[in-house]
């Protein structure tokens, strides 16, 4: 039974915090960049009969870029799918959830987080599904960081060649990787620009505006072009918490008690 799928980017974003908080770890900013792209995902467009992550018929979510793997628990939460405890135990002994996705996990399709390959598992379940004849759609999420990487462009080459209209890749385009802008570390240019040139159908988006996201999809699947599909999301790294954003000290950097309540604060209606 879904628990709550009327829930916002407000909730999700505490969510992370207090996981982050409550197992000491990492990764908050590029969790926070996602929040707006899961909620409309999850709410919206993802299918899973029976509200079953595991359902035979379901759409298939792959988070390449593993590490942001929070703000899909927070997700998870919010559907009933992952109990309570395992939030206030993260990261504990014996803890359920890793840093990472991890496929072990109901609701998690791949065990990522080596960045470049999760992109072609996906386009491999997308193959899947056109062979089977079903109606199944892939989701592929990755980082703008991860796709300097390059089985990310054989995988496109492979899913344009194969004609998936079934797949759409999205890229959190948040301008920042482990270590530093993504600009100064291996420039990508226009985004769009190179998917379309690998046969991909794009449309580049505000990544935090929900209602553009939406549509941004629907337009996309609506196409009569059997190119696979594009959604290029321009995203802030910890948009939500001021001193996070735009701030890649927050890939890595752990919350202590003063900057947790700062941040806590902001995210619920304070300040930061």
Same mark, same amino acid.
């Given at each position: ?11 999700? =974003? ?12 990492? /990764? ?35 988070? *390449?870029?593993? /590490? ?8 998870? =939460? ?10 206030? +135990? #993260?990261?504990?002994?014996? *803890? ?17 987080? &080596? ?20 109606? @199944?759609?892939? #989701? ?15 995988? +496109? ?25 993504? @600009? ?12 379309? *040139? ?13 209602? +553009? ?9 609506? *196409?009569? &072009? ?19 954003? /735009? ?14 309540? @700062? ?10």
């Amino acid at each position: 039974m879904v628990k709550n799928k009327n829930f916002d980017s407000k909730q999700l =974003r505490k969510t992370i915090l207090e996981m982050a908080y409550a197992g000491s770890t990492v /990764h908050i900013g590029c969790a926070f960049s996602i929040v707006e792209l899961l909620a409309v995902l999850y709410r919206n467009h993802l299918r899973y009969p029976g509200n079953d992550p595991l359902a035979v018929d379901r759409d298939y979510l792959v988070l *390449s870029k593993g /590490h942001g793997v929070m703000a899909q628990y927070a997700c998870m =939460r919010e559907l009933g799918w992952l109990k309570d405890e395992a939030f206030t +135990a #993260y990261f504990a002994d014996g *803890s359920e959830l890793k840093g990472l996705s991890d496929s072990r996990i109901a609701g998690l399709e791949v065990t990522s987080g &080596s960045l470049g390959h999760g992109f072609s598992v996906g386009v491999g379940m997308a193959m899947g599904a056109k062979l089977r004849g079903t109606d @199944q759609k892939t #989701y592929a999420l990755v980082g703008d960081g991860e796709i300097n990487e390059g089985p990310i462009w054989e995988g +496109a080459l492979f899913a344009a060649h194969h004609a998936l209209k079934n797949f759409m890749v999205i890229v959190d385009e948040n301008g920042f990787q482990a270590m530093g802008r993504t @600009q100064e570390v291996l420039a990508l240019g226009s985004i769009q620009t190179k998917f379309e *040139s690998f046969g991909f159908e794009a449309i580049t988006i505000d990544g935090h505006d929900e209602t +553009a996201i939406h549509y941004a999809i629907n337009e996309l699947w609506a *196409s009569s &072009s059997t190119a696979p599909k594009a959604l290029i999301a321009k995203t802030v790294k910890g948009k939500g918490v001021t001193f996070m954003e /735009h701030n890649n000290i927050w890939h890595y950097t752990r919350l202590n008690p003063e900057s947790y309540a @700062q941040a806590m604060a902001a995210v619920t209606g304070g300040a930061a």
